[in-house]
């Protein structure tokens, strides 16, 4: 089962009770990158508290390790962020900066209870081939109307889905 990065999140927005996403509440934002925060800006003004963005995206790389086993090694990333009033706030950003991060491990530790409940075969999330060792996070900011926060990547070993068919071809 393939991984629904985007559902995935936007359940985690609602149900994290430092996030409480909700249409009146907006607090989840798919992006296209931290370059291009496109639904956070557009809901500028209705922004207070924690934001959870996603990369909304197809990134990855194929991996071949000379065996006859192809896999997708998928990379999905997902920012928490908290609005600055003052940019020169050093105290309020350091805050900022630690709320974000503990948001960001407790939403690590649903993923990876996901993970452990679907190789029990327990849930079929599609984190069965989630990668722990891969997880990195990095500090990010200032981003649009001086957002800081921590921006957490990972990835997901899944089958590439690359079968080659005459049919798809002309002769």
């Not at 990065?5 to 996403?21: C, G, N, P, R």
């Not at 390790?65 to 998928?74: A, G, I, T």
């Not at 009033?85 to 491990?105: M, Y």
């Not at 990010?140 to 109307?145: L, M, N, S, T």
Request: charged share 25%; net charge negative.
């Amino acid at each position: 089962m393939d991984f629904d990065f985007i559902t995935y999140m936007s359940d985690v927005a609602e149900k994290l009770k430092e996030i409480q996403h909700s249409l009146q509440n907006r607090r989840f934002h798919r992006v296209s990158s931290i370059a291009n925060i496109e639904e956070l800006l557009s809901n500028m003004g209705n922004t207070e508290g924690l934001q959870l963005l996603v990369v909304d995206a197809y990134d990855g790389r194929f991996i071949d390790n000379n065996s006859s086993n192809l896999l997708d090694s998928r990379l999905f990333t997902f920012y928490v962020v908290k609005n600055i009033q003052e940019a020169t706030d050093f105290d309020e950003k350091q805050e900022a900066l630690k709320q974000c991060r503990l948001v960001s491990k407790k939403i690590l530790s649903k993923l990876f209870l996901d993970k452990l409940t679907d190789s029990q075969a327990k849930t079929e999330t599609g984190l069965r081939n989630l990668d722990r060792q891969s997880v990195r996070y990095l500090t990010v900011g200032p981003i649009g109307d001086n957002y800081h926060g921590i921006e957490t990547i990972f990835t997901i070993l899944e089958k590439p889905g690359i079968i080659f068919s005459e049919e798809d071809w002309l002769s």
